[in-house]
């Protein structure tokens, strides 16, 4: 089984700086796109940004401009640096196979707030 393990949240204020990461065991590298993920309280779950083995990316558009996703395959790593926060971008960010999901870590709790 893979498992995915979210890191680097916390509490920040707007305009402020995070940066997430997610290491995983298992075979999940093994998929060409991995993506970030994040749930807000009352809200489904949505796609934040996706990056392939190769490097290409893709965002979502509200948080397009402000976050860079990365990865490090030896690592079994990936990375979302996110700037410019808004309160709107409070959330608990998953990491995750873009397709062939697995099991969904615990996550990592962002909580933009002054």
């Known amino acids: 089984q893979v498992q995915l393990v979210e890191s680097g949240g916390g509490l920040v204020q707007p305009g402020g700086s995070l940066r997430l990461s997610c290491v995983a065991s298992g075979r999940i590298f093994r998929f060409n796109i991995m993506g970030w993920y994040r749930q807000a309280p009352g809200k489904e779950r949505e796609l934040v940004a996706t990056i392939s083995s190769g490097g290409t990316t893709n965002y979502a558009d509200s948080v397009k401009g402000r976050f860079t996703i990365s990865r490090d395959n030896a690592k079994n790593t990936m990375y979302l640096q996110m700037n410019s926060l808004k309160p709107e971008d409070t959330a608990v960010y998953y990491c995750?196979?873009?397709?062939?999901?697995?099991?969904w870590g615990q996550g990592t709790q962002v909580t933009v707030s002054s």
């Open positions: 995750n196979a873009r397709y062939n999901i697995n099991s």
